[in-house]
């Protein structure tokens, strides 16, 4: 297996569901090699090396300083070709999902998204790919060269192997066509501590709450914890918080330590973005809130006073 | 301005999903609907033609027969026509196949805009716009919420993880919509009344100049070998708030090891 992985970065870091990723394919064995697209992506290199690459392809240019899927088709089209390339891996991301379908059109190869596991089983690649609403894990497979995975955000925790990585540059070429799309602006909104992807602690707001004011029970709460506020989709669209810390079926997937649900009823919808947590704490006024089925512990009752309460105590214990 | 929208046929959203043990493909035997995130592109298609004056929305899909009756949906919010490939050959097609498909549609069409909506709500796949976009060789923009054209040009407001990105391409160009881009219309009595006698016509994969080799099963790289239950969770504890809760959480994070 000769594995090529795509290391996505963010505001002058490597983001840490692809280090994940990378992390996973190097203890599936075979040659592991990575490749980061970007302009100015040089410095980050020495990272890959760190979490398992053995060799990491750097293709930087300034027509790939925008986060944009098509030119970073090119790139990897042709890096696949001529490296040889039996299987490449992405930590599923808005920019990457478009980079691994568009590569897949190019190379006529296959493609499986979605997935929460990737194994060797009897000598092939196999993914596991939660279906309809999670409730059938199926178990993919690909009958091309190459075989293009889409990872699940917050699958693979980064392990640190202390390696260095050969650094080999690529040239880039475009096609016209990939150039043809133009990034005029980027917004990016800055929140405080860590994102939801790469928080271990989140707490997690929903309609429950009452009003956007009642964010702060929840932001006090994370603060304490260490941890980052999400958002479901019902208040994401009434607008009492911004979309970047949407979970769910429309926003993102995480999988953190700790994940507590206030005021979250826990549809579907919402359930299939944090299900994959390790320990789900719910706190919610309705007993027959479907988050209370599958909740490590469950709480009925007035989040307006049990969460002020419980930000009172973490903090006193964390203060002794 | 021509705008093609593609457009998937799913099971009815009230219908249990489930997939078949012997094809391990999803059973498609019951109620079918036009998938709910692409009516939000059937919308965007419309508001654009409309704010243009003139145009057409054509709705290219892939799917049985029957399928043609969902799409009447579009039909009735306003969209011009449907173009529906339907061919036994096509049935197992994955992401490869089906973007062969739709782009040798799309391409018999050649549209000035392709619409697609944010995901499919039977597979939640989100990526076949850029699968199609590339075998059409075309710009794309995806997760677009905000969309405006100008001069031949699009410009597209989407979302990621970081904020808001602002893009734009010339036509034509590919575009998928999220669903937070428009509310929907209702279709009128008479859009209703007026759909079944609008164009609906059925292409086979020949029309489309396909070997039955490059779709369906054959034509696939993707394979499915089994389906299993998703792991258990643990034992899950439900209490009343007897004004301890807040202890009892912090007791369990602290027995949990998590703080």
Same mark, same amino acid.
């Given at each position: 297996?000769?594995?090529?992985?795509?290391?996505?970065?963010?505001?002058?870091?490597?983001?840490?569901?692809?280090?994940?990723?990378?992390?996973?394919?190097?203890?599936?064995?075979? *040659?592991?090699?990575?490749?980061? $697209?970007?302009?100015?992506?040089?410095? &980050?290199?020495?990272?890959?090396? %760190?979490?398992?690459?053995?060799?990491?392809? !750097?293709?930087?240019?300034?027509?790939?300083?925008?986060?944009?899927?098509?030119?970073?088709?090119?790139?990897?089209?042709?890096?696949?070709?001529?490296?040889?390339?039996?299987?490449?891996?992405?930590?599923? =991301?808005?920019?990457?999902?478009?980079?691994?379908?568009?590569?897949?059109?190019? &190379?006529?190869?296959?493609?499986?998204?979605?997935?929460?596991?990737?194994?060797?089983?009897?000598?092939?690649? +196999?993914?596991?790919?939660?279906?309809?609403?999670?409730?059938?894990? +199926?178990?993919?497979?690909?009958?091309?060269?190459?075989?293009?995975?889409?990872? %699940?955000?917050?699958?693979?925790?980064? $392990?640190?192997?202390?390696?260095?990585?050969?650094?080999?540059?690529?040239?880039?070429?475009?096609?016209?066509?990939?150039?043809?799309?133009?990034?005029?602006?980027?917004?990016?909104?800055?929140?405080?501590?860590?994102?939801?992807?790469?928080?271990?602690?989140?707490?997690?707001?929903?309609?429950?709450?009452?009003?956007? *004011?009642?964010?702060?029970?929840?932001?006090?709460?994370?603060?304490?914890?260490?941890?980052?506020?999400?958002? =479901?989709?019902?208040?994401?669209?009434?607008?009492?918080?911004?979309?970047?810390?949407?979970?769910?079926? =429309?926003?993102?997937?995480?999988?953190?330590?700790?994940?507590?649900?206030?005021?979250?009823?826990?549809?579907?919808?919402?359930?299939?973005?944090?299900?994959?947590?390790?320990?789900?704490?719910?706190?919610?006024?309705?007993?027959?809130?479907?988050?209370?089925?599958?909740?490590?512990?469950?709480?009925?009752?007035?989040?307006? *006073?049990?969460?002020?309460?419980? =930000?009172?105590?973490?903090?006193?214990?964390?203060?002794? | 301005?021509?705008?093609?929208?593609?457009?998937?046929?799913?099971?009815?959203?009230?219908?249990?999903?489930?997939?078949?043990?012997?094809?391990?493909?999803?059973?498609?035997?019951?109620?079918?609907?036009?998938?709910?995130?692409?009516?939000?592109?059937?919308?965007?298609?419309?508001?654009?033609?409309?704010?243009?004056?003139?145009?057409?929305?054509?709705?290219?899909?892939?799917?049985?027969?029957?399928?043609?009756?969902?799409?009447?949906?579009?039909?009735?919010?306003?969209?011009?026509?449907?173009?529906?490939?339907?061919?036994?050959?096509?049935?197992?097609?994955?992401?490869?196949?089906?973007?062969?498909?739709?782009?040798?549609?799309?391409?018999?069409?050649?549209?000035?805009?392709?619409?697609?909506?944010?995901?499919?709500?039977?597979?939640?796949?989100? !990526?076949?716009?850029?699968?199609?976009?590339?075998?059409?060789?075309?710009?794309?923009?995806?997760?677009?919420?905000?969309?405006?054209?100008?001069?031949?040009? !699009?410009?597209?407001? %989407?979302?990621?993880?970081?904020?808001?990105?602002?893009?734009?391409?010339?036509?034509?160009?590919?575009?998928?919509?999220?669903?937070?881009?428009?509310?929907?219309?209702?279709?009128?009595?008479?859009?209703?009344?007026?759909?079944?006698?609008?164009?609906?016509?059925?292409?086979?994969?020949?029309?489309?100049?396909?070997?039955?080799?490059?779709?369906? *099963?054959?034509?696939?790289?993707?394979?499915?070998?089994?389906?299993?239950?998703?792991?258990?969770?643990?034992?899950?504890?439900?209490?009343?708030?007897?004004?301890?809760?807040?202890?009892?959480?912090?007791?369990?994070?602290?027995?949990?090891?998590?703080?």
């Amino acid at each position: 297996m000769k594995t090529l992985v795509f290391l996505e970065d963010h505001g002058g870091a490597l983001q840490k569901d692809s280090l994940g990723v990378l992390s996973r394919a190097v203890s599936l064995g075979g *040659e592991v090699e990575a490749v980061l $697209i970007g302009s100015g992506v040089d410095g &980050l290199a020495a990272d890959a090396g %760190r979490f398992g690459a053995a060799r990491v392809h !750097v293709a930087d240019h300034e027509r790939l300083g925008s986060p944009l899927p098509q030119p970073r088709v090119d790139v990897l089209a042709k890096l696949v070709r001529d490296g040889g390339f039996d299987t490449v891996v992405f930590a599923a =991301t808005v920019l990457s999902a478009d980079i691994a379908a568009g590569l897949a059109a190019r &190379l006529d190869a296959g493609l499986n998204w979605d997935l929460t596991d990737l194994v060797e089983h009897d000598g092939r690649l +196999v993914g596991k790919r939660p279906a309809l609403g999670d409730s059938v894990y +199926v178990d993919v497979g690909w009958s091309s060269s190459p075989r293009i995975a889409l990872i %699940r955000s917050g699958t693979f925790e980064p $392990i640190e192997s202390g390696g260095s990585a050969e650094v080999v540059k690529v040239e880039s070429e475009f096609e016209e066509f990939s150039l043809a799309a133009t990034m005029l602006e980027q917004a990016h909104e800055d929140s405080e501590g860590p994102s939801i992807e790469d928080a271990d602690i989140i707490v997690a707001g929903g309609r429950g709450l009452g009003g956007p *004011e009642n964010f702060a029970l929840v932001e006090e709460l994370a603060k304490a914890l260490g941890g980052a506020v999400a958002a =479901t989709r019902a208040v994401v669209d009434a607008g009492w918080y911004p979309y970047s810390t949407q979970v769910g079926q =429309t926003g993102k997937t995480v999988a953190p330590k700790l994940y507590i649900a206030c005021g979250i009823s826990g549809a579907i919808q919402h359930k299939v973005g944090m299900q994959g947590s390790g320990l789900i704490v719910a706190i919610n006024k309705d007993p027959n809130a479907p988050i209370f089925e599958y909740a490590d512990l469950g709480v009925v009752g007035d989040l307006h *006073e049990i969460v002020p309460k419980l =930000t009172e105590l973490v903090r006193a214990r964390k203060a002794a | 301005m021509k705008i093609a929208v593609c457009a998937k046929y799913v099971p009815d959203a009230a219908a249990h999903l489930r997939l078949d043990p012997e094809t391990k493909r999803l059973d498609r035997s019951g109620e079918g609907a036009l998938n709910q995130f692409d009516v939000n592109a059937v919308e965007e298609a419309l508001r654009l033609k409309e704010a243009g004056g003139d145009g057409e929305v054509v709705i290219v899909s892939l799917g049985p027969e029957r399928a043609l009756e969902a799409m009447r949906k579009a039909l009735a919010m306003g969209a011009d026509r449907v173009v529906l490939v339907s061919d036994e050959g096509a049935e197992g097609s994955d992401l490869v196949a089906t973007s062969r498909i739709l782009a040798a549609a799309l391409e018999r069409e050649s549209p000035d805009l392709v619409l697609f909506g944010q995901q499919a709500s039977d597979s939640d796949g989100a !990526v076949l716009w850029a699968a199609v976009a590339d075998r059409l060789r075309r710009p794309l923009i995806s997760q677009v919420a905000e969309l405006s054209r100008e001069d031949g040009r !699009v410009r597209g407001k %989407r979302q990621t993880e970081y904020g808001y990105d602002v893009i734009e391409a010339p036509l034509p160009a590919v575009i998928a919509v999220s669903d937070a881009i428009n509310e929907p219309r209702y279709p009128s009595l008479k859009g209703i009344m007026g759909a079944k006698k609008k164009p609906q016509e059925t292409v086979s994969l020949g029309v489309l100049g396909l070997e039955a080799g490059a779709v369906g *099963e054959a034509g696939s790289a993707t394979q499915v070998y089994a389906l299993g239950d998703p792991p258990p969770r643990g034992e899950t504890r439900k209490i009343e708030d007897d004004g301890t809760a807040a202890n009892a959480i912090l007791e369990f994070l602290l027995e949990k090891r998590v703080i």
